[in-house]
């Protein structure tokens, strides 16, 4: 019964693979213009131009994004049940860049929508760290409603509405391919000592970026931490503003080195952050007690050792390795799913 049912899976992640490898080979051929499943793969777009519109609109300020990832995952062996299970994450979002429409230099907001779909295989495996690393309980969930100011030549960001923390604070992009939550994602013992809005929960809040240059970046930011808004019966949409439940006070420091590829030597970065949550918390030893406040801080370091080669990159310009928050920010992506390509 499990084979029958993981086949289909396994028959079309096949297919998809072969179809890459034979538009790959053919794409290799020269004097011939890439057709069918070959030219949809060159295009940036899975919908192309549509005949110059999105162009024009990109033009005139005005952008739209959509992007669907899924995670379709198997047990054949251990656990408690096996099981093959699909979890998809669609996101719908709109970017406003207001230097192109009103002249506001500097000024873009950017609103999100997610819909989750699917089951969660860890609930039948029985493990601690999620196996999907793409599942979200629940269905709609409102997200991202970023107001941004770029200042003094792009070095400094303010941001204020419905923001995430996991997008900026305690990440890093080598751990965004959905291979597992024990993994990937934004370090997990901080969301479980603290409220961390991460992923599809987003939170009011106000975030200050201070970039100088390529390599030194300084960011601040304080949140609404009113867990409610975590729940999924809310849909990202319980806009209560008081600081009743407290607040997260988050701030980061990050050093990046060899992120282009006009310098020499391989890319590593050296992250330092802290937070601090004002919130009531239980004591372990009795959880009838409380104790006002919670902090830790955090060290992310990675180095690359080893690059065979640095393929030319083609995507859209924010998403360079290189790119400066003040580039990102005017975009829609979710950190969460969109990975730079360019290394």
């Known amino acids: 019964m499990f084979f029958r049912k993981i086949f289909p899976v396994f028959f079309i992640v096949t297919f998809l693979t072969l179809a890459t490898a ?9 004097g011939k213009e890439p057709t069918g499943l070959q030219a949809w793969l060159d295009q940036k777009t899975a919908t192309g131009n549509w005949n110059g519109c999105r162009s024009q609109l990109e033009n005139k300020g005005f952008t739209i994004f959509s992007n669907f990832t899924t995670d379709i995952m198997g047990n054949p062996i251990g656990g408690q049940q096996k099981r093959a299970m ?5 996101e719908l979002s709109l970017a406003f860049d207001f230097e192109k429409m009103v002249s506001l230099k500097g000024s873009a907001l950017t609103v999100s929508n997610y819909w989750a779909s699917g089951n969660n295989l860890s609930t039948y495996i029985g493990n601690f760290f999620g196996v999907q690393e793409i599942y979200a309980a629940g269905n709609y969930f409102f997200g991202e409603l970023d107001l941004s100011q770029a200042l003094f030549n792009d070095r400094l960001v303010l941001e204020i509405g419905r923001l995430f923390a996991g997008d900026v604070f305690a990440q890093s992009e ?11 994602s934004n370090l997990a013992s901080i969301a479980s000592n603290i409220f961390f809005p991460v992923f599809n929960i987003t939170a009011w809040a106000a975030r200050l970026t201070w970039q100088p240059n390529k390599h030194w970046q300084l960011v601040g930011a304080v949140y609404n931490a009113n867990n409610k808004v975590q729940e999924p019966q809310e849909h990202g949409l319980y806009f209560n503003f008081n600081f009743n439940k407290g607040y997260l006070g988050l701030g980061q420091i990050t050093y990046k080195h060899h992120q282009s590829r006009e310098e020499e030597g391989f890319p590593g970065s050296f992250v330092f952050g802290g937070y601090y949550q004002s919130s009531k918390f239980p004591y372990l030893s009795n959880a009838a007690r409380f104790q006002r406040g919670n902090y830790g801080f955090y060290l992310v370091a990675d180095q690359m050792i080893y690059r065979s ?7 859209p310009r924010h998403l360079r390795a290189s790119a400066s928050y003040a580039e990102r920010v005017k975009h829609p992506y979710h950190r969460q799913q969109v990975v730079p390509k360019d290394r």
């Open 309 to 315: 080669d640095w393929p030319e990159f083609v995507g």
């Open 86 to 90: 699909y979890a998809g994450f669609l």
């Open 22 to 30: 034979v538009a790959d080979s053919a794409k290799k051929e020269i």
């Open 174 to 184: 080598l751990w965004q391919y959905y291979v597992s939550g024990g993994i990937n």
